[in-house]
């Protein structure tokens, strides 16, 4: 049994291999156009690029989303369904009698914002009774006059105290 030992050509040598992997990932490199006259170079200048929409900030959406609280008359069987389960189906040809129409997210009535952006997606601090931190602290109420404070032991509501002595426990 004899065994040739031949130098590996160009072409199947492990290096060449490597390196046709990754000849993609180097740039090619084309020789640069010469323009034979000033006119000629006018011609061949890129023109600038319009700036992409991606780049421009959209405008918010501002409009509102309106809803129509609605008095639907119904039968028994549909009422207790709509009970259950928070909504029904109307029949056909069936009128339903608007009480009001406002947006669903200022919760203002369609006459009063009909032409002004959404409140609630610019700023909703009027939904939650203005701004948070400086409102008014709640009160301590005042005992009688006739009423003594008597303070009370220190309640354990954690460890195996608290479970002992009932705290955490679900009363039986």
Not at 3 to 14: G, V
Not at 147 to 156: E, K, M, S
Request: proline fraction near 12%; glycine fraction near 6%.
């Amino acid at each position: 049994m004899t065994t040739a030992t031949a130098p590996l050509s160009f072409e199947t040598s492990r290096s060449h291999l490597q390196e046709s992997l990754f000849s993609w990932l180097q740039p090619e490199t084309a020789p640069p156009a010469v323009p034979e006259t000033p006119e000629a170079e006018q011609k061949t200048a890129p023109l600038p690029e319009p700036p992409a929409a991606e780049d421009q900030p959209e405008a918010p959406d501002l409009s509102h989303v309106w809803v129509v609280a609605a008095e639907v008359q119904v039968t028994p069987k549909i009422a207790k369904i709509a009970d259950h389960r928070g909504s029904f189906k109307a029949i056909e040809g069936q009128r339903v009698d608007a009480l009001e129409v406002y947006c669903k997210g200022c919760r203002r009535p369609f006459d009063e914002v009909k032409g002004d952006g959404c409140a609630a997606k610019i700023d909703n601090r009027h939904l939650i009774g203005g701004d948070q931190t400086t409102r008014a602290r709640r009160k301590i109420p005042t005992p009688p006059k006739n009423a003594r404070v008597v303070p009370g032991g220190r309640i354990q509501r954690r460890g195996i105290e608290a479970y002992v002595g009932g705290v955490s426990r679900p009363p039986r």
